[in-house]
Structures are given as structure tokens and as C-alpha cells.
């Protein structure tokens, strides 16, 4: 098929909007028309193709093999129209870059660092973006949750390696309990050992986890060998950021790795309360989207999010090592 010939852009943005979320009313409020219009778009791609695209069902509609092995080359294509427009928009502008990450990850490990990144390359610019679907059980998200745009680069906390060619491990995720000092030293119950936690509120920051009994407190404490304390209760946070900020000002204890603590437990605002950890079934991936591998500017920063990350490995390992050093007499 010649350019000539291609079917009206409107209706393949309507084709690939309602193939992504199974729905034309979606589709539709997407696109800022009626759902009719979708309608019409869709049968007058169908006639012109001479293939049918969706098969209508009571609720949504479900896609024909031929559509759903076209959808995958219209969503790259779409994607790649985004990336031309912005690349005419932004011709002469100095180089630049988007992360998209957590909220947590952001605030607690990437802005801490940046200054690093931004003494070295200095003519780069660097936009931040904090969304909470970049916590993913899986590397298939539904139909809501594609971006409006891919970033350069994801950085993802996933309980498996992304389905991509350019996906980095960073770094597993080990947590233990931290709360405000005064908590293990006042009070009529001051916090000692995993049975005192039964006095004191426990503050979640992982309230995308729907079944309760996978919380990481569930899993801390059936570690710990407490069954008394029930791993529901306590105070709910959208980002464990947040239970982060709570349990510095006193008001419970969290379950956090110290890599996005550190500040608080250098300056003894916040203290491990006790010494227990566990490993995390989901680790930290930096997932560079294909289009812009090749960019100096986004190699450059993978490169140094893979550099930091190492480093902080070896930092941790040598406090480890460091603790498990027997201690001597000192000889004159």
C-alpha cells in the first residue's frame, strides 16, 4: 500500500485507541469525540481495508487476529510520529532527557544523586517524571495504564526482568523496621524486639498490594516468628516515601531499605529498630526505551544509573563486611 493510499489518519488513531483499551466509549473519551464517531471511523476502516478489525461482544469488544497482530506496528508507529513531532519542536534546544520513575525512587535515590550526573554533563537537561504504575506485578500493563508518551527512559520496580532488550538490573530491595529513635527508648513499651511491636502503629507504604497477606509487614513478621500482630492494622500511605516522612516524625515504624534512608539515619532521625531484613520479591530495573538507546545524552545517563548503583552495592557490602569483622585488642 502507497502513502497515497493510506486510510484517513483519524480513523487509524481511532483503530489503535479503541485495539488498546477494548472499548470505543474509552477510545472515544481519548480522543475528545463521541463514541458514534469512533463508530463510523472504525466501519469506514473496515470497508476500506476489507478486513474486519473488531468483534463487538455485550461489554467491550475483543480484536480479530488480523488487527491484533497490526496493533503492535500502529502503537510503534504512532509512537514514533510522537518522537518526530518532538523532535521538530525541540530542534536546537540543548540535549535533553526523560526519566519516568516512582515517587519513591525519585525523592529517595535520583534526586539526591543528580547533582553527580548534572557536574558531569552539564548541557544536558533532565526531566523527572514520578508515576506510581511504574510499580508493576508484571511486565503487561493493561490497557489503562500505556503513557501518553514513551519516556527515554523507565525505571521500574517489577517482580521480573522487563520484556526488553534494554533492561537493567539495578539493584534488589532488602527492608527492615525503622522508626524515630525515642521509640526504643520511651514510653511503657519502648521498642525492643519483634513481640514489642503489638504497642506500636505500623506504617505501610505499599498500599498498591491488594492482598494484605503479601504486605511486606505480613511477611516481615511471619519471618520473625510473631503471630500476635496483625500486619493490617496501622496507618496507609500511597508511597512508602510518605510511611518514610511518618515514621521520622515519630508516628509508627516502617518496613524500609536503608538505601533511601540514608539521610535520616545519618543525621539518627530515624534508627533500624531491629536488626531482621528481608529480600523483596520485586528489584529496580532501568528499562531504556528502543528509540532512544542510541542518544549520547540518554547512554550517558544509563551509563552513570548503573555506575551509581554499583557503587552503592559496594558500599554495602563493605558496612557489611565491616560488621562482621571480629573486633581486637588494640596493641600499643
Not at 540535549?95 to 550526573?117: C, D, E, N
Not at 558531569?120 to 493493561?142: F, H, K, Q, T
Request: proline letters at 7%; aromatic letters at 6%; hydrophobic letters at 40%.
Amino acid at each position: 500500500m502507497t502513502n497515497a493510499r493510506l486510510p484517513p489518519l483519524n480513523a487509524l488513531r481511532a483503530f489503535e485507541a479503541v485495539a488498546r483499551h477494548r472499548s470505543f466509549r474509552r477510545a472515544a473519551d481519548e480522543l475528545f469525540v463521541t463514541p458514534a464517531a469512533v463508530t463510523h471511523q472504525i466501519k469506514a476502516l473496515e470497508e476500506q481495508l476489507g478486513v474486519e478489525l473488531f468483534r463487538r461482544l455485550p461489554r467491550g469488544v475483543d480484536l480479530t487476529p488480523a488487527a491484533n497482530a497490526a496493533l503492535p506496528l500502529f502503537q510503534r508507529g504512532f509512537d514514533l510520529l510522537t518522537r518526530g513531532v518532538g523532535e521538530l519542536r525541540d530542534y536546537g534546544r540543548a540535549p535533553h532527557l526523560t526519566v519516568k520513575t516512582t515517587p519513591t525512587f525519585a525523592s529517595r535515590w535520583i534526586m539526591p544523586r543528580l547533582h553527580r550526573f548534572l557536574a558531569v554533563y552539564e548541557g544536558i537537561d533532565v526531566r523527572v517524571l514520578a508515576s506510581g504504575n511504574l510499580i508493576r506485578p508484571s511486565e503487561r500493563p493493561g490497557a489503562d495504564d500505556a503513557p501518553e508518551s514513551e519516556p527515554d527512559l523507565e525505571i521500574r520496580f517489577s517482580n521480573g526482568r522487563p520484556d526488553s532488550e534494554h533492561a537493567d538490573l539495578l539493584f534488589t530491595v532488602d527492608i527492615v523496621p525503622m522508626c524515630h529513635p525515642r521509640l526504643t527508648k520511651q514510653g511503657a513499651h519502648p521498642l525492643k524486639t519483634a513481640a514489642d511491636l503489638r504497642y506500636h502503629a505500623l506504617l505501610h507504604g505499599d498500599t498498591h498490594i491488594e492482598d494484605r497477606s503479601r504486605s511486606g509487614w505480613a511477611q516481615w513478621l511471619r519471618l520473625a516468628g510473631v503471630t500476635d500482630v496483625d500486619p493490617r492494622r496501622g496507618l496507609q500511605f500511597d508511597h512508602s516515601t510518605l510511611a518514610l516522612d511518618a515514621a521520622t516524625d515519630g508516628l509508627g515504624v516502617t518496613l524500609a531499605t536503608p538505601l533511601f534512608a540514608s539521610d535520616e539515619l545519618g543525621r539518627g532521625d530515624l534508627v533500624v529498630a531491629i536488626p531482621l531484613a528481608i529480600r523483596l520479591d520485586r528489584a529496580y530495573y532501568a528499562v531504556t526505551a528502543s528509540a532512544s538507546a542510541s542518544r549520547p545524552e540518554v547512554v550517558a545517563f544509563r551509563k552513570w544509573l548503573l555506575e551509581e548503583a554499583a557503587l552503592d552495592a559496594k558500599n554495602a557490602q563493605g558496612a557489611t563486611e565491616k560488621k562482621k569483622r571480629p573486633r581486637g585488642k588494640l596493641r600499643p
